[in-house]
């Protein structure tokens, strides 16, 4: 079975400041991890994925397999990343690559104050 | 390019009646997916497509929900009787699935209130 854990509901920093949004995983098998962003009022986009190791908005994201975790973190945080961040698990299939059910952990919002 | 497109945006109904969704996918997209999003929780898949065919619907309550792809474009999404714990945003994804994997691309959700 794949679940995701996000154990802050809610995360406050001021503008400037570094934030971390956690998140751990438990799969039996390999995954691949999401990031999902919903700013207000607009639909649900994606992130960033660790496959691709992007840095998007100046967030990264590292997948540990040791600790099953993929932590959001942004050195500099501004006022407009204030959002609801959801980490996502999906199986990864042979050849690396990954389709089909996306498994969300249950969000964090993100106030980013002035 | 409008996205994904959902309607309707918001829909109150009493229990016991129907309630359908609707959803057009991102031009192109073969894959098409439901999710269920209750307050506070991240989205459940309801149910996938791979074209007209239904790959995953192992979280489809078939007691009272449907769900057809008819054409493999648009998707409609139903509740027959609606029951109060429906209350829910009901979000549609595309994707084009191909062996390099796929981006889901989310609409922007039905939300259903049962009174």
């Known amino acids: 079975a794949q679940r995701v854990t996000q154990p802050e509901k809610l995360l406050s920093v001021f503008k400037g400041a570094p934030v971390e949004l956690k998140c751990n995983y438990s799969y039996s098998g390999s995954p691949e991890l999401f990031w999902y962003v919903q700013y207000s009022r607009q639909r649900l986009q994606l992130l960033l994925r660790?496959?691709s190791r992007e840095s998007i908005k100046g967030f990264t994201a590292d997948l540990n397999k040791g600790e099953t975790s993929f932590h959001l973190k942004k050195p500099f945080a501004q006022e407009e990343d204030s959002a609801m961040y959801y980490c996502?698990?999906?199986?990864?299939?042979?050849?690396?690559?990954?389709?089909?059910?996306?498994?969300f952990g249950q969000g964090t919002i993100l106030t980013v104050h002035p | 390019e409008a996205g994904v497109v959902q309607s309707p945006r918001y829909k109150i109904i009493e229990k016991k009646q129907p309630v359908a969704f609707w959803c057009n996918p991102i031009s192109g997209h073969n894959t098409l997916y439901w999710y269920l999003q209750n307050l506070g929780q991240g989205p459940e898949l309801l149910i996938r497509y791979e074209n007209e065919e239904a790959v995953d619907d192992s979280q489809l309550p078939k007691d009272r929900f449907s769900a057809e792809r008819l054409k493999g474009v648009d998707s409609t999404l139903k509740i027959q009787p609606a029951e109060l714990g429906d209350s829910a945003v009901y979000l549609c994804?595309?994707?084009?699935?191909?062996?390099?994997?796929?981006?889901?691309?989310f609409g922007p959700g039905t939300r259903l209130t049962v009174l």
């Open positions: 660790h496959i």
């Open positions: 996502a698990l999906r199986a990864l299939g042979a050849g690396g690559t990954s389709y089909g059910k996306l498994t």
């Open positions: 994804a595309s994707s084009y699935t191909s062996g390099a994997g796929d981006t889901q691309y």
